[in-house]
């Protein structure tokens, strides 16, 4: 990490405490490399090639030291490039295997072969066995069952099998039985061309007999790795491995283990927390042997890992349009198995219904699916030939109800209005802990109650970029009140030389400034995120400046396309200000401003509505300067870069800015790398679930959920799914990139509460597996669902008709959508390429005529702020009326105006 430009204060602030984490994990692997090496690397290596893979185990541990696609045999999914540090006892290796066995008290008792290192003892091998041994030399002596690992071809694919019998007379409960999943995900030491090259992230699908885990290189390309469960292997849950000591940070989520029996986490570490799964345990009666076996299958990338999964013959379901389900939405379900299926099981009951519908041409079992209680809902199929797939869902209120309710929270109980506060946060919408119902106006990490950074400004980003799917003007009338009196002039310097400069926080620490007991005693201060009245007045973070430029262009967007929702300032100010702040980026936080910024779409969106306006001069020197940074990104491998070593937020903008500039080498890139940490599968919480895991720490409550934790669904989702639907719309054959689109919109805004409250983002660990208790950063994310909330009238050649964001009737050829986003202003109709949206008014139905490519737009009565809509077609068509800034306006009727295209 570049120690550049230390006078921008968050710049040395953020570095020090980042490479802060990184100096404690290099203290930790020095202070493990002196440690005694047991797992016997010394000795001779055992190397396998298989059809598939090139497999290379350590032969004291028979543990695998190296996993390599014959394709490209210098790529190793597996840390072997670590091997010589990570040769410790408790360090984890992938041939590990972690069980919980009931003893003769009725007790829980641990047993690891990670734990304490022997040479295991090898067992003969013959046929198809490649290697195996008896895992006892590296178990304790007390355990009840022996363990013997086998490494074998299947039909010519890679198995790795656990048999375990049961040694004694009487009975024995396996309350919990995990393999970890060591591939390499430690980033450490490393530049983001090395990390896209050389390093793996994998996904769970804890879907029970039909799980999977996928792992992807950072850089999209390649072959994935899919685990699959081979016998008595059902994903049931997904443990974090913290036991292991490699200590995790920005470089390094942790590494988990793929659990098939969890009952006995359940009823201690994990006791009283709704898990994906219900936990189970085995009982082995005496003698008793079970074999528990994983297979390794190569995909030839990440968008055909359904087909692989059809291949091997493995349960695949596809939700449209995804997992979380507004509860006016009927759903679709397709389910793809050799088998029959035999049950459905709904918990809780009465939580979905789920009606056939028939198949599909191919053979795919359709289902309807509607969400009927507010919440978590689990789907079981239970096929004929016995196995078992769990589909996790989220059903959330109607779209308009969401915003609605999430808009009133934000403007009534997290809006902070205290005339006597000494920082001058008020009024404004400020960080909210929904577990003690209260404003948070005091944190030791000052940004959070400081109205700045990602978790400061969430909360007034998010009451603002609510008005543009909603607005109320109401809400509308407090939040002029934030602009005059705390952004303008305090968030955001008006005057002298950092004019339109952005501050870091608004509060502070300094103690000896201001009147005692301005401060908690019960706050710890001493930290280095406790910053001074000169740091947090410090305007050199760039991530603080797309908030405020984003709530600029609402405010304009407002004034410009509505009759008397904004009457504080003129349309043009508005406008010039998100000019001005965006080019205050660019001259006063140079550092920063050279990466990808989360939000930074809204760059481009001021630039377009500059050039609606025809302010030519603002317009070219808006894009002169983008197009510099977009150029430098041009130059670079994989310009992802922020102050994090690697980041998940960039891509948004840099592949916005690419494509705009024609660099669509550069667009397919960034594209490729949202794919490798943004899958789809059947489960709402990583359905589109962009990897983020740090920002717990930084966004998030402080406390003990205060960690390095995969985060579901925090503002990368809605903001990776921006570039994702934007290709989907140049190329609407990829399915794919709807559905991993179109989870992480929806996902977007899956973990708002049904009283409104919106949080950081919801916790994975199994501990938890509930929302953060602030608001924090969340604004990001809901700044990524408000500019991208669409809907999507899409055929598939085998699924047929399918809506995003709209419920579909069918007469004939004639296919009706009709729409259920909140804003309903932007629809996209695939078979004719084309892309509608509208500054004001909304969209109730689009019909269209497939045997005639007729398309019918069906508008919504006009209203009191909004009489005209305004239309923008992407896409061939002419309509008769005039155009304003570029728009069909369009004066609306008091019902509804029919527009055929």
């Given at each position: 990490m570049e120690m550049k430009h230390k006078k921008y204060g968050l710049a040395l602030v953020c570095c020090l405490a980042i490479l802060s984490g990184l100096q404690a994990q290099r203290t930790y692997w020095n202070r493990v490399e002196n440690r005694e090496s047991t797992l016997g690397i010394a000795d001779v290596y055992q190397k396998f090639s298989t059809p598939d893979f090139q497999l290379k185990l350590v032969k004291a541990s028979q543990t695998v030291a190296a996993l390599r696609p014959n394709s490209e045999?210098?790529?190793?999914?597996?840390?072997?490039?670590?091997?010589?540090i990570r040769d410790k006892d408790s360090l984890y290796h992938l041939g590990d295997i972690n069980l919980r066995i009931k003893n003769v008290e009725g007790i829980w008792k641990s047993y690891s072969t990670a734990t304490s290192r022997a040479v295991v003892k090898p067992l003969e091998v013959s046929g198809s066995v490649l290697a195996a041994a008896d895992l006892?030399?590296?178990?304790?002596?007390?355990?009840?069952?022996?363990?013997?690992?086998?490494?074998?071809?299947?039909?010519?694919?890679?198995?790795?099998?656990?048999e375990i019998s049961n040694k004694q007379n009487t009975p024995v409960e396996i309350g919990a039985l995990g393999i970890p999943m060591i591939f390499n995900n430690i980033l450490e030491g490393k530049s983001l061309t090395e990390t896209h090259a050389q390093n793996?992230?994998?996904?769970?699908?804890?879907?029970?007999?039909?799980?999977?885990?996928?792992?992807?290189r950072l850089s999209g390309r390649g072959p994935a790795?899919?685990?699959?469960?081979?016998?008595?292997?059902?994903?049931?849950?997904?443990?974090?491995?913290?036991?292991?000591?490699?200590?995790?940070?920005?470089?390094?989520?942790?590494?988990?283990?793929?659990?098939?029996?969890?009952?006995?986490?359940?009823?201690?570490?994990?006791?009283?927390?709704?898990?994906?799964?219900?936990?189970?345990?085995?009982?082995?009666?005496?003698?008793?042997?079970?074999?528990?076996?994983?297979?390794?299958?190569?995909?030839?990338?990440?968008?055909?890992?359904?087909?692989?999964?059809?291949?091997?013959?493995h349960p695949v379901a596809v939700g449209v349009p995804g997992y979380v389900l507004p509860q006016d939405v009927e759903g679709q379900l397709f389910v793809d198995y050799k088998s029959e299926v035999a049950s459905l099981e709904i918990e809780p009951k009465g939580s979905l219904e789920v009606k056939e519908n028939g198949k599909t041409p191919s053979g795919k079992k359709k289902?309807?699916?509607?969400?009927?209680?507010?919440?978590?809902?689990?789907?079981?199929?239970?096929?004929?030939?016995?196995?078992?797939?769990?589909?996790?869902?989220?059903?959330?209120?109607?779209?308009?109800?969401?915003i609605k309710d999430f808009g009133h929270f934000l403007t009534t109980e997290q809006w902070f209005d205290d005339p006597n506060d000494p920082f001058g946060r008020n009024p404004s919408a400020i960080t909210y802990d929904y577990e003690k119902k209260e404003q948070v106006v005091q944190d030791e990490r000052v940004w959070i109650s400081g109205l700045s950074d990602e978790g400061g400004a969430g909360s007034w980003l998010a009451a603002i970029m609510k008005q543009l799917v909603q607005p109320n003007k109401e809400e509308i009338q407090k939040l002029q009140g934030f602009v005059d009196e705390t952004l303008w002039g305090g968030i955001q310097y008006n005057e002298g030389p950092h004019k339109y400069g952005v501050k870091k926080s608004i509060y502070y620490y300094e103690p000896d400034s201001l009147p005692k007991g301005t401060y908690s005693d019960k706050i710890n201060y001493?930290?280095?995120a406790a910053w001074d009245h000169?740091?947090?007045?410090?305007?050199?973070?760039?991530?603080?400046?797309p908030h405020v430029a984003a709530a600029y262009w609402v405010m304009y967007r407002l004034s410009r396309y509505h009759q008397g929702l904004v009457d504080n300032r003129s349309w043009d100010w508005y406008l010039e200000n998100a000019y001005h702040t965006s080019v205050a980026m660019v001259e006063q936080a140079p550092y920063y401003a050279q990466f990808g910024q989360m939000e930074g779409s809204v760059f481009l969106f001021i630039l377009e509505d500059l050039k609606n306006e025809g302010l030519a001069e603002m317009a070219t020197d808006l894009e002169k300067r983008m197009k510099e940074r977009a150029d430098h990104w041009k130059a670079l491998d994989y310009p992802f870069g922020s102050e994090m070593p690697w980041d998940s937020t960039g891509q948004e903008e840099v592949y916005m800015w690419s494509s705009h500039f024609g660099y669509d080498r550069k667009a397919m890139v960034t594209l490729n790398a949202i794919l490798a940490y943004m899958p789809t599968m059947p489960h709402w919480g990583y359905n589109g679930n962009a990897r983020r895991y740090w920002d717990f720490l930084y966004g998030g409550k402080a406390g003990e959920t205060s960690r390095v934790e995969r985060q579901i669904h925090h503002y990368g989702s809605s903001l990776n799914a921006i570039p994702v639907l934007s290709h989907f719309r140049k190329k609407p054959d990829d399915l794919y990139l709807l559905k991993v689109g179109y989870g992480g919109l929806l996902g977007g805004i899956s973990n708002i509460t049904q009283d409104g409250f919106g949080p950081a983002a919801f916790h994975s660990y199994p501990s938890t597996l509930k929302i953060d208790g602030i608001s924090g950063d969340y604004g990001s994310g809901f700044y990524g669902y408000a500019v991208?909330?669409?809907?999507?009238?899409?055929?598939?050649?085998?699924?047929?008709?399918?809506?995003?964001?709209?419920?579909?009737?069918?007469?004939g050829d004639v296919v009706e959508m009709e729409l259920t986003t909140a804003a309903r202003s932007k629809v996209y109709i695939a078979p004719k390429k084309l892309w509608l949206t509208l500054d004001a008014g909304s969209f109730e139905k689009v019909i269209y005529k497939e045997s005639t490519g007729e398309v019918t737009l069906i508008l919504g009565a006009r209203t009191a702020h909004a009489p005209n809509a305004y239309l923008r077609m992407d896409g061939e068509a002419e309509l008769p009326y005039p155009k304003v800034r570029g728009a069909y306006e369009i004066a609306m009727d008091k019902k509804e105006t029919v527009i055929k295209l």
């Open positions: 045999p210098y790529f190793d999914f597996t840390p072997g490039e670590r091997l010589e006892a030399n590296t178990l304790p002596s007390d355990i009840p069952v022996s363990v013997k690992r086998y490494y074998e071809l299947d039909n010519d694919q890679l198995i790795m099998r656990f793996v992230f994998f996904d769970p699908y804890m879907g029970k007999d039909a799980g999977y885990l996928e792992v992807k790795l899919l685990v699959l469960p081979k016998e008595n292997m059902g994903f049931e849950a997904y443990r974090p491995l913290l036991d292991d000591p490699t200590p995790k940070s920005i470089v390094f989520e942790g590494f988990h283990e793929w659990m098939a029996h969890s009952k006995a986490y359940a009823e201690k570490e994990w006791q009283g927390v709704e898990q994906w799964n219900n936990p189970t345990s085995l009982i082995l009666q005496p003698k008793e042997t079970k074999n528990f076996s994983l297979k390794f299958v190569l995909s030839e990338g990440i968008k055909n890992i359904q087909e692989t999964l059809v291949k091997e013959e289902y309807r699916v509607q969400g009927k209680k507010w919440g978590r809902a689990r789907l079981t199929i239970t096929y004929a030939d016995g196995v078992e797939q769990t589909i996790n869902y989220k059903t959330i209120k109607p779209e308009t109800e969401v001493k930290t280095w000169k740091h947090a007045n410090d305007p050199g973070r760039s991530y603080n400046y991208n909330t669409s809907s999507y009238l899409v055929k598939d050649e085998d699924m047929g008709w399918l809506a995003f964001g709209g419920n579909l009737s069918q007469k």
